[in-house]
């Protein structure tokens, strides 16, 4: 039975056979494209086959390099699977959380420290980034996403849209419904015309057309452009509600639209680890609380 000497020309020929370049697997590894051709052909020495069909600008694996490849990488992730599961035993007063940019910035980050007052114990780490992690494998306990609800999980929160602006384009009172054509509008790039349309039939404002005067690419970008005056932006309330409790963002009269989203937990694994199910339930409390005030301040818009 033949035993490996080195892990080393392993690495090098997953990242080759991967990429389909020795040139491409050596930027991936951080190493020269002469280092990781010797390490592969050193494999191949050592195995006595021959792994890669070698060609001016590309490598093509061999059908014995296709075996090969297939079950270096399903070891690999195996391997990198454990280590992320160890690690996440290892801390249990640190939790990594996974969300989108806008919820972070918007709506996280500002709450936190009342979660840290509750849980000092508790060491929360943010990953703001609008990909979509499987969360083992990325080291993450759990991931606050807004969109259609998947089957079995519970809702956090329903996205709710209004159009909102700053005193700044409106210094002679509020802007009512019927006014708003009048105004820049903005919108999010991914709604665009139809929520606006919504928002127009709901609220019985004339059919006439919109125009958007701007588009942007992030719910937050677009609070943040509403608040520096650029206009009134149909924007989710949740990301909007510190803005419109601190009155720097103001809703035009009439009622939201509710969206077909939603904003929920997933967690890693189940049953829950303490961190988590303390975090989830402190959420949720959040969110109650973020309602409320919603409500309050569309009742006041109202009058």
């Not at 996974?98 to 509750?118: M, V």
């Not at 969360?135 to 969109?147: K, M």
């Not at 002679?172 to 991914?190: E, T």
């Amino acid at each position: 039975m033949y035993k490996l000497r080195t892990l080393s020309g392993l690495l090098a020929f997953d990242a080759a056979a991967r990429c389909g370049s020795l040139t491409l697997a050596a930027n991936e590894l951080g190493r020269t494209q002469s280092a990781v051709s010797q390490q592969v052909k050193a494999l191949e020495q050592q195995l006595q086959l021959e792994l890669f069909v070698r060609r001016p600008r590309e490598i093509e694996l061999t059908a014995a390099g296709k075996a090969l490849a297939e079950v270096v990488r399903g070891s690999l992730e195996a391997i990198e699977k454990t280590v992320n599961d160890l690690s996440l035993k290892d801390e249990p007063n640190v939790l990594r959380l996974t969300t989108d940019q806008s919820f972070a910035i918007h709506w996280l980050i500002p709450r936190l420290p009342n979660f840290s007052l509750q849980h000092p114990e508790i060491d929360v780490r943010i990953n703001a980034d609008d990909q979509r992690f499987e969360l083992r494998a990325s080291g993450h306990d759990l991931a606050i996403r807004v969109g259609p609800l998947p089957p079995g999980v519970e809702p956090l929160h329903q996205q709710i849209c209004a159009p909102v602006y700053s005193d700044m384009i409106a210094p002679d009172g509020p802007i009512a419904s019927s006014d708003v054509a009048a105004y820049p509008l903005l919108a999010h790039k991914y709604m665009q015309l139809p929520y606006w349309q919504r928002w127009q039939s709901e609220n019985h404002v004339s059919t006439e057309e919109l125009h958007i005067s701007s588009d942007y690419s992030h719910s937050g970008l677009l609070v943040q452009a509403a608040a520096a005056g650029g206009g009134v932006a149909l924007v989710p309330l949740a990301i909007a509600s510190e803005a419109l409790k601190k009155g720097r963002l103001k809703c035009v009269g009439g009622k939201p639209i509710l969206t077909e989203y939603q904003y929920y937990i997933l967690a890693a694994q189940e049953p829950m680890a303490r961190k988590v199910k303390l975090f989830s339930i402190w959420i949720r409390e959040e969110m109650k609380q973020m309602e409320a005030e919603l409500a309050l301040i569309l009742s006041q818009d109202e009058q």
